[in-house]
């Protein structure tokens, strides 16, 4: 294939894989515990230190880990101690991320908006060999710890106060997926872009669940689905020329949108296997009298 002629395709392919297989495989313990929004909020945060590593002339890759995952800490903090002030709290950490970005790329002095303008939304041509080789280290990270700890992290994702009383250490399994979320941001940031990354965390999942009905299924269909679309949109940005992560995250919809209609004949056909596996209801004589009837017959 032409494609794979290019360098430059060649390390956003892979990172486009890495994307796909990750952002799926944290969204959907977010999912479960109804935080789809948490990576969107991360991904705020991460643009303060994609500014600092240009700022600080380091790899905005492994500055913006940093940050962000500093930033999921403090979001955990916040929603153990935050109680009515923990929304406020938490908007002003997602809009003071976002102008921390701003103000230190401005103020670098090889730094632009144009800069961070291909990190808010990903660019195929900017992915370098450092890029693809902290990507792939950090997306290691996340692999071993979503699929090492599922049976952990779904049980807290489910019900913490169950996955206590059972004994598991609740707030470090929740503390670590917070990390965990922030490190997959910053994993897709370059393929996809900070503000579009939740949407190939959640929509996936979401996709997924349209035709699964275990965890397990959920979490396949989930990530080929995001292997699918992130590897189908990179290669349709490089022929059409329009932006990567916009073209992924449009697949993205779109695939959910075909699963959905899918969908609808295979819960009717359930609903019906469901109703023929009933037993048939017993005819009318022989239904059990009620119990005053039935103590008054024998004299009690």
């Known amino acids: 294939m032409e494609i794979l002629n290019y360098a430059f395709?060649?390390?956003?392919?892979?990172?486009?894989?890495?994307?796909?297989?990750?952002?799926?495989?944290?969204?959907?313990?977010?999912?479960?515990?109804?935080?789809?929004?948490?990576?969107?909020?991360?991904?705020?945060?991460?643009?303060?230190?994609?500014?600092?590593?240009?700022?600080?002339?380091?790899?905005?890759?492994?500055?913006?880990?940093?940050?962000?995952?500093?930033?999921?800490?403090l979001m955990e903090l916040i929603r153990w101690y935050g109680k009515t002030r923990g929304d406020i709290a938490l908007a002003m950490l997602f809009y003071g991320g976002m102008a921390g970005g701003v103000m230190f790329i401005n103020l670098a002095p090889t730094g632009s908006n144009a800069n961070l303008t291909s990190y808010l939304f990903g660019s195929l041509s900017t992915v370098s060999e450092s890029d693809v080789t902290a990507i792939c280290l950090l997306a290691a990270f996340v692999v071993l710890v979503t699929l090492g700890l599922r049976r952990q992290l779904f049980a807290v994702s489910q019900d913490e106060e169950f996955a206590r009383v059972t004994g598991l250490p609740v707030r470090a399994l929740n503390l670590l997926?917070?990390?965990?979320?922030?490190?997959?941001?910053?994993?897709?940031?370059?393929?996809?872009?900070?503000?579009?990354?939740?949407?190939?965390?959640?929509?996936?999942?979401?996709?997924?669940?349209?035709?699964?009905?275990?965890?397990?299924?959920t979490f396949a269909v989930a990530v080929a689905i995001g292997v699918t679309v992130t590897i189908s949109g990179t290669v349709t940005s490089y022929y059409q020329d329009v932006p990567p992560g916009a073209t992924i995250v449009l697949l993205t919809i779109?695939?959910?949108?075909?699963?959905?209609?899918?969908?609808?004949?295979?819960?009717?056909?359930?609903?019906?296997?469901?109703?023929?596996?009933?037993?048939a209801a017993d005819p009318a004589e022989c239904k059990i009298?009620?119990?005053?009837?039935?103590?008054?017959e024998v004299g009690v």
């Open 9 to 73: 395709m060649q390390r956003a392919l892979l990172a486009a894989v890495l994307v796909g297989i990750t952002a799926p495989a944290v969204g959907i313990y977010l999912v479960q515990r109804r935080q789809a929004l948490m990576g969107d909020g991360i991904g705020h945060v991460a643009m303060t230190g994609v500014g600092l590593g240009f700022l600080l002339t380091w790899s905005p890759v492994w500055m913006a880990t940093l940050v962000s995952v500093l930033g999921a800490v």
């Open 177 to 217: 997926t917070a990390v965990t979320a922030a490190v997959t941001v910053t994993v897709a940031m370059r393929v996809v872009g900070l503000l579009l990354v939740s949407a190939l965390m959640v929509v996936p999942v979401a996709a997924a669940q349209q035709l699964t009905r275990s965890f397990a299924a």
């Open 254 to 279: 779109g695939a959910f949108v075909l699963l959905t209609v899918l969908a609808v004949p295979l819960a009717r056909r359930r609903a019906r296997a469901a109703t023929a596996a009933q037993p």
């Open 289 to 296: 009298p009620a119990t005053r009837g039935a103590t008054d």
